[in-house]
């Protein structure tokens, strides 16, 4: 008896390891990559970082907007290459690369012309739409991009698009605030006939801050149908009301449905830097919670 006891606590710790093993930490870049502590940001406790500004321009090129005093706005891929330069290459691939506890890197875009790009030259491999994401993709070593849609939500141009960015090898995530039945028929379309582990549209970053302040993730959950990774903003001097300490980040992840969360992440490393606050503590916010 006391041996099946042992090997029952064994395949529940198992399977414990094996489900919060695979939990998100999450933190979204807002400043120029080439300025902000990476360092600090690859060894904080953080597995996931997601770049915030790239952009889809008229023609199908891609434009990182740096949002940092002093630096410029780039052209990262155009005509089926990447433009970027070596310098930003390098630095974002450095967040999988040496001492870090980052996997995973996506980059953050709205819906700008996204819709005109799907209805002609089209998603297919030849567009430069698409040569130009396979290119930012292997210049960067990406592997998902984000859908910030705050105002245009056209189903079907959003469904296409995500199944082009598919087929060039990425996952498709949404950081929504709003409108949730929008986004669940995006989900339905986009992992339809997909099993859980083979989802195409396999995260949410469901904004809980600003717009969002009163999101509550067991709701978005219940209704898409998958966890949800609650998004905190750290302290900040832009909109204070909605700055959260780390301890009091820590209080907010906990008041959570705890079986309806994936994870949990931050809005972003500007302000962090800006209000000089620790990466480490709010890394170890999310490492006691979500190991």
């Known amino acids: 008896m006391r041996s099946y006891a042992l090997l029952q606590v064994l395949l529940l710790d198992l399977l414990l390891y094996h489900v919060y093993g695979a939990n998100t930490r999450a ?3 807002f400043k120029d990559v080439i300025k902000s502590n990476t360092t600090a940001i690859k060894t904080s406790g953080f597995n996931t970082v997601i770049i915030f500004g790239i952009g889809i321009l008229e023609n199908g090129d891609i434009r990182y907007y740096s949002n940092t005093p002093g630096s410029s706005d ?16 390098e630095r974002v691939r450095s967040f999988k690369t040496g001492s870090t506890g980052i996997d995973r890197t996506e980059i953050c875009m709205n819906s700008q012309h996204v819709k ?4 002609s030259p ?3 491999p030849e567009t430069p739409l698409f040569k130009n994401f396979q290119a930012l993709k292997a210049a960067w070593t990406l592997d998902a991009v984000t859908n910030n849609d705050e105002a245009i939500y056209d189903l079907g141009s959003t469904v296409a698009f995500g199944k082009m960015l598919a087929n060039v090898g990425y996952k498709y995530t949404i950081a929504p605030y709003t409108r949730a039945a929008f986004w669940v028929s995006m989900k339905n379309q986009l992992n339809s006939g997909l099993t859980e582990a083979n989802w195409l549209m396999d995260r949410v970053y ?3 801050y600003d717009g969002g302040a009163s999101n509550n993730p ?17 302290t900040n001097d832009s909109k204070p009301q909605y700055g959260t300490s780390a301890a009091q980040a820590r209080l907010r992840f906990s008041g959570w449905t705890r079986n309806a969360l994936a994870g949990g992440g931050y809005w972003n490393d500007f302000d962090i830097e800006k209000m000089a606050l620790s990466y480490r503590d709010y890394g170890n916010v999310l490492t006691g919670l979500f190991p």
């Open 27 to 29: 933190l979204f870049l």
């Open 74 to 89: 780039v052209v990262v891929a155009s005509k089926g290459s990447y433009v970027g330069g070596d310098a930003l290459a």
């Open 116 to 119: 005109n790009l799907m209805a």
């Open 122 to 124: 089209g998603p297919g």
């Open 206 to 208: 469901l904004q809980c």
């Open 218 to 234: 067991a709701s978005w959950s219940s209704q898409l149908g998958m966890k949800i990774v609650p998004l905190i903003w750290v």
